[in-house]
């Protein structure tokens, strides 16, 4: 079955550190893949989505980045945190035109 | 440009039933979700519809699209506590490579 593992589930990280953040699929190949931010209270941003390895799409320009070092991984990065990189990152992908899931990172940025 | 809006909260008494609304504007759409998620949860995929469909019923779910209103309708009908999430809809337009616009979701309440 096709599953998707993220994690981890909660971090608190001190302003100026660096992140990663790491998404895994199973059950399938070549599959698009999607981080999505969602501040407190608020709707869904989406941050990069990949096509394939190596091919990243960034939608909003800030001090993230994303890697897609294989097949089914896919990474979010940062060098130094900020105040505002605080939310719930969510990593996704598609399968029939419809989008799934994970379980989510609660990053807490002190 | 596609934008999509929802109604920022519904509260409801057990039992009843919900109609969660949500506005689109972009007449492109191919497929539109409702994902549901609870506290500290990711979303989860409740239900779709293909954009020439009209209805979709799903045991206790009913969707309602209007194409000329661009307006999708989530019913949830016998509402229980466990019902109470933040519901989202979103669109995928094909011209847009089926990448999905969320609407801001929507918190239901679900009063015993």
């Known amino acids: 079955s096709q599953t998707i593992h993220q994690w981890p589930a909660t971090l608190v990280q001190p302003v100026g550190s660096p992140l990663s953040l790491e998404c895994t699929v199973e059950g399938t190949s070549n599959p698009n893949l999607y981080w999505y931010r969602q501040a407190a209270g608020r709707g869904l941003q989406l941050l990069f989505y990949?096509?394939?390895?190596?091919?990243i799409s960034s939608e909003v320009p800030q001090n993230l980045s994303a890697s897609r070092p294989q097949d089914r991984q896919f990474i979010l990065s940062s060098k130094k945190l900020l105040l505002s990189d605080s939310g719930f990152y969510l990593c996704?992908?598609?399968?029939?035109?419809?989008?799934?899931f994970g379980s989510g990172t609660q990053l807490s940025v002190l | 440009g596609e934008d999509v809006e929802q109604s920022l909260f519904l509260s409801v008494r057990e039992g009843d039933s919900s109609v969660i609304n949500c506005t689109y504007t972009d007449s492109s759409s191919t497929y539109l979700y409702w994902y549901k998620q609870e506290p500290g949860a990711g979303l989860q995929l409740l239900t779709y519809?293909?954009?020439?469909?009209d209805m979709k019923q799903d045991q206790r779910l009913t969707v309602l699209l209007n194409k000329k209103d661009k307006h999708l309708s989530l019913r949830i009908a016998d509402t229980q506590t466990g019902d109470s999430a933040i519901y989202f809809c979103a669109e995928s337009m094909y011209n847009a490579g089926n990448m999905l616009t969320f609407g801001g979701g929507t918190r239901l309440m679900v009063k015993p």
């Open positions: 990949s096509v394939g390895i190596g091919q």
């Open positions: 519809i293909f954009s020439n469909m």
């Open positions: 996704a992908w598609t399968i029939d035109e419809k989008l799934f």
